[in-house]
């Protein structure tokens, strides 16, 4: 006989005890229409409040849900792949714990699925709650990233997502430190389609990114999937230079011609801290890229586990450098 079709939710959790009632109760609700057997993989990133605890008299009350606990607190995007490689289901959805992304919408993806995609990611129509300088950031971000990559990255969506086992299998063998996930499930090809969506606000608690994590996504994101800031850095140093020789030409020429030189200290400071700049800004791109070759040299282990509640050890297809208890 062969086995039932097994759909995986997986769910990153830091600091929302808040939420977490309401969201299990809702994605619960959501489960009962799906004609599948299901499991939900909630991943609680280092919480530091009951969270975690939470999570476990859940398990205990519901075979259906796993649980991971990570030593402590990773980020969301690493939260998500210790999720993603201890999801057993032939597709899995990526859902947030705030209840942002409609549960709902999830039985529209799997639709999605049966009609042949092997990727169906959320698509924002608007977004509810949010500050207009997340919204102009937001869309500055992918405008930005898609302009500066060789991968399009579809406007305005998240990481809510339904994927195949194909995909999924794709991302595991995927172990880069600095993690883009919705960018590498791009990547990975196969046939994707968008489901569009209206975004809410948080259900209840605060959002865990502040403006500097967000500012730090955006920067991994750019830096992993690009080296176009490196040959930007050629580009100011080509400008600068070619300033500087206009300047001498023009110097020279009015020695030749006797035109009026003010032997000036001003333009000789100008020149100097101009060309200072460019090389500041030149070393700055080129040490993001050297701290990421020093990060992969490590070869470190993305996330260690503190727990690990009705999973088996990762499915993924190579394990060799997977998060280990
Ligand atoms: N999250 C996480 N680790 C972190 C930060 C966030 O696992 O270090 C989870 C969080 O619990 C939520 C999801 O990632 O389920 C998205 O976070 P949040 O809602 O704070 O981000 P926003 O929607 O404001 O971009
Ligand atoms: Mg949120």
Redesign the pocket.
């Known amino acids: 006989m062969s086995r039932n079709i097994l759909i995986s939710i997986v769910?990153?959790?830091?600091n929302?005890e808040e939420v977490l009632p309401l969201t299990h109760a809702h994605l619960r609700s959501v489960l009962e229409n799906i004609p599948y057997d299901t499991e939900i993989v909630y991943?609680d990133?280092g919480s530091r409040d009951k969270t975690g605890e939470m999570l476990e008299a859940m398990h205990a009350e519901d075979e259906r849900v796993k649980v991971l606990r990570l030593s402590r607190?990773y980020?969301?995007q690493i939260?998500v792949t210790a999720g993603l490689d201890a999801a057993q289901g032939d597709a899995v959805v990526l859902i947030?714990?705030?209840l942002?992304d409609p549960p709902e919408v999830i039985l529209e993806m799997i639709e999605r699925w049966r009609d042949g995609y092997d990727v169906a990611y959320g698509q924002r129509i608007d977004r509810e709650g949010e500050t207009a300088f997340k919204l102009w950031t937001a869309k500055l971000f992918y405008r930005l990233i898609n302009r500066l990559s060789n991968i399009q990255i579809p406007l305005d969506t998240g990481d809510f997502r339904l994927m195949d086992r194909k995909v999924v299998d794709g991302l595991c063998l995927m172990r880069e430190q600095d993690r883009f996930i919705r960018g590498m499930v791009t990547w990975t090809g196969f046939r994707q389609t968008a489901v569009p969506y209206h975004r809410a606000s948080?259900a209840a608690g605060e959002?865990?990114?502040p403006f500097s994590k967000m500012l730090r996504f955006a920067i991994d994101a750019i830096i992993s999937f690009s080296t176009v800031p490196l040959r930007l850095a050629t580009a100011v140093g080509f400008i600068a230079s070619a300033f500087a020789l206009v300047v001498m030409g023009y110097s020279l020429l009015a020695v030749v011609l006797q035109l009026p030189l003010e032997p000036g200290w001003a333009s000789l400071l100008i020149s100097v801290s101009f060309i200072g700049g460019c090389q500041l800004i030149c070393l700055g791109i080129i040490g993001e890229y050297v701290g990421r070759i020093y990060r992969e040299a490590k070869r470190r282990p993305l996330y260690l586990l503190r727990t690990r509640l009705g999973l088996s050890s990762p499915r993924s297809a190579d394990d060799s450098n997977e998060g280990r208890e």
């Open positions: 769910v990153p959790c830091f929302e991943v990133d607190n980020g969301h939260a947030d714990a705030d942002q948080r959002t865990k990114y």
